[in-house]
């Protein structure tokens, strides 16, 4: 009688799952690999014959140096993401049960907010005769205005800005994990602080880290109105060229591809982070 | 300061906001022991051992392990190691990691850890499970990996928080033996906490009983069972019968009590602080209480009782009887053919030897 009850329902929840990933996940990712494999045509975007050519353009030199400072933008922003919401998720899951919950809200309620909404906002708190600048100015720290719009910097805090929380939340959840008797054992067994940080807090929270940045460091290459807003001509992401490629430069292969190597990027950080959940001895004994 | 003994402890006393979880605690360990604290859940045994480990401070009295005051030692400089409640052993880690986690924090060279981690499995009865991960093994057997990650590091003193709590109960009865074994063989000083006095009476040497941060009584277990210094002792250790009534006379060693119906039983005075025409509570245990139809030894004492009910279970079966002044009581049923079988409120005479029944002032 359950089972009758019950099968209708996960015949068509699964019906709906498979759906959405063929059509909305599946099916696009497939237009992408194979637009990527076509040839650039100015009437229909793409046409035959299949070639490789946009991967080659990949590594022209003057995308490479693209991506590479792409890639530094994110690193950096993952560094200090990681570096803030190491301890902030730590003491986080510290603080009483009741605060937590308001300090997750409080973490969350920015999300109600566009973010374009909230680059513009930073963009009025940087510029050069913006909020920054001027309570600086007022509080005789600085003469002049410091040019901090259309930097390197002003990008990275840009991407911090909207990026901590997704490297706060899954080190969180692995610090709720770490029960306070197994610092305790580490302790007792006769291990320091610095000793217990290496050998169980780091090894327990690795999964966590490695989910932050895997949620932080390829976004962060993505989010390409950041650039747009904060950071002028020079302080481009991989996001910016796939959206020239498509919207402006109309070389769709290109944009295919270069959003293929994202892709595969990621790919490659998830198969790390399964690894790391593989718990290996480390004396191999 | 006795030299031989491996912990000793004066006047301990833990608050937590003004409510004293430990008061006044003082306990000596001689050396080799298997100490065990038993007490009801609450009663502070887990504050008083993480003192002990380190992990809290005393706010009043001394710890001293083998003659060396401790209260200002960090846990990882104790020569003290603890078996959790939830044993805690690092999941990130194989079984071998684990057991060699210690050593390798006192620098021991990776031959001889290989060596002493193979050694100590081997006595904890796991040979050859060092690559295995934690969660592969059974309860019990990471039980024996938690036992083993203390041990190898060869501590003066061996503090448990029941850890056996977890295990189902076949499981628990093989444990506590084993742990007994285990702690004999390596002659190691082990101080237990537990709620359950069947795990403290099985393998200890001493039991304290805790109530309320305070010992109570400390004895080994049979002193324990046949000479409770406490009504609570009496009440908590092993089953035991209560009887309320007003002591009318007292006789030498023995005390006479009125019941609520007028009925008079005697019964040992075991504590000092008792008055004629006080309330008092005699104890007498279910094995002690004799069934018997007329015959009665002389020098017995008893009464009256209405069968309510027959619990089979089989060495400890009991009846349950309805005695004067409204007293339960439990009688243990002998299983060698001998007991009667009794109809269902049908009266009989419960006796006793007054020796050993204890009676105590009456704590309202
Ligand atoms: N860290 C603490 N803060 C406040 N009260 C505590 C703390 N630890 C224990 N207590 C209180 O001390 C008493 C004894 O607790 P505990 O030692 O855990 O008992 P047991 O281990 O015997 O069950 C309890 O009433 C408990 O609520
Ligand atoms: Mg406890």
């Given at each position: ?9 996960r ?6 799952v ?13 237009l ?36 590479l ?98 490297m ?118 | ?20 979880a ?40 001394d ?19 603890m ?34 981690i ?45 850890p ?110 008792l ?6 509570d ?47 009581l ?31 002032g009456?704590?309202?």
């Amino acid at each position: 009688m359950r089972n009758l009850m019950q099968q209708p329902f996960r015949t068509a929840v699964l019906v709906l799952v498979w759906g959405w990933l063929l059509f909305l996940v599946l099916a696009p990712n497939l237009l992408v690999v194979g637009a990527s494999v076509m040839t650039r045509s100015p009437g229909t975007f793409i046409s035959l014959p299949l070639t490789l050519d946009a991967y080659r353009q990949l590594f022209d030199p003057l995308y490479l140096e693209v991506f590479l400072h792409s890639l530094y933008m994110a690193a950096v922003t993952t560094t200090v993401c990681l570096l803030i919401g190491y301890p902030f998720a730590w003491s986080l899951s510290k603080v009483g049960k009741q605060r937590q919950v308001l300090l997750i809200f409080l973490l969350i309620v920015p999300f109600w907010t566009n973010s374009l909404v909230r680059t513009y906002a930073l963009k009025l708190i940087l510029a050069t005769n913006g909020l920054l600048n001027s309570a600086l100015m007022s509080l005789g720290w600085i003469d002049e205005p410091v040019q901090m719009l259309y930097t390197e910097g002003a990008v990275v805090i840009g991407l911090v800005y909207l990026l901590l929380p997704f490297m706060i939340l899954p080190l969180y959840s692995v610090f709720e994990d770490l029960r306070e008797d197994l610092l305790r054992a580490s302790h007792d067994l006769g291990a320091g602080r610095f000793s217990t940080f290496i050998h169980v807090i780091v090894p327990m929270t690795l999964p966590g880290v490695l989910a932050g940045i895997m949620l932080v460091l390829l976004p962060a290459m993505g989010l390409f109105f950041v650039p747009d807003i904060l950071g002028g001509s020079r302080n481009l992401l991989v996001g910016n060229v796939i959206k020239n490629q498509f919207l402006d430069a109309r070389n769709w292969p290109f944009g295919a591809a270069a959003s293929i190597m994202l892709t595969l990027a990621m790919a490659f950080l998830m198969f790390a982070h399964r690894l790391s959940k593989r718990r290996i001895g480390e004396d191999g004994v | 300061m006795a030299s031989d003994s491996d912990l000793s402890c004066t006047g301990l006393v833990r608050r937590f906001s003004g409510h004293a979880a430990v008061d006044h605690v003082s306990l000596n360990v001689p050396a080799g022991t298997f100490f065990s604290i038993l007490g009801p859940s609450g009663c502070g045994k887990t504050t008083l051992l993480r003192m002990l480990a380190g992990f809290d401070k005393p706010d009043q009295g001394d710890i001293y392990i083998r003659g060396q005051r401790m209260n200002d030692v960090p846990p990882n400089r104790r020569p003290v190691n603890m078996v959790f409640q939830h044993l805690a052993l690092f999941p990130t880690m194989s079984v071998g990691d684990n057991i060699g986690y210690g050593l390798k924090r006192q620098k021991v060279p990776l031959a001889e850890r290989r060596k002493r981690i193979a050694e100590v499995l081997e006595q904890v009865g796991l040979p050859g499970l060092e690559g295995r991960n934690p969660q592969q093994l059974s309860g019990g057997q990471r039980q024996r990996v938690a036992l083993a990650r203390c041990l190898v590091l060869k501590p003066t003193l061996l503090l448990l928080d029941e850890p056996l709590g977890a295990l189902d109960l076949k499981l628990r009865e093989q444990m506590k033996v084993e742990l007994k074994h285990l702690q004999k063989a390596f002659g190691t000083t082990f101080v237990y906490i537990t709620h359950d006095q069947s795990e403290a009476m099985v393998m200890s040497d001493q039991v304290a009983v805790m109530k309320d941060g305070r010992f109570d009584q400390v004895a080994p277990p049979e002193a324990l069972y046949r000479e409770p210094a406490t009504p609570f002792v009496a009440g908590f250790v092993g089953d035991n019968n209560r009887i309320s009534g007003d002591l009318v006379a007292v006789q030498g060693e023995l005390a006479e009590i009125r019941l609520d119906d007028g009925s008079l039983v005697r019964g040992r005075i075991a504590s000092d602080d008792l008055e004629t025409g006080g309330r008092v509570d005699l104890f007498i245990r279910p094995e002690s209480l004799v069934l018997a139809g007329d015959a009665l030894n002389s020098g017995y004492s008893g009464m009256d009782a209405c069968i309510r009910s027959t619990l089979f279970d089989g060495a400890n079966s009991r009846v349950e009887a309805e005695g004067a002044g409204n007293n339960t009581l439990y009688a243990r049923l002998p299983q060698d053919g001998s007991a009667p079988r009794f109809n269902e409120n049908a009266t009989v005479r419960l006796a006793w030897d007054p020796a050993l029944a204890r009676v105590f002032g009456a704590r309202i």
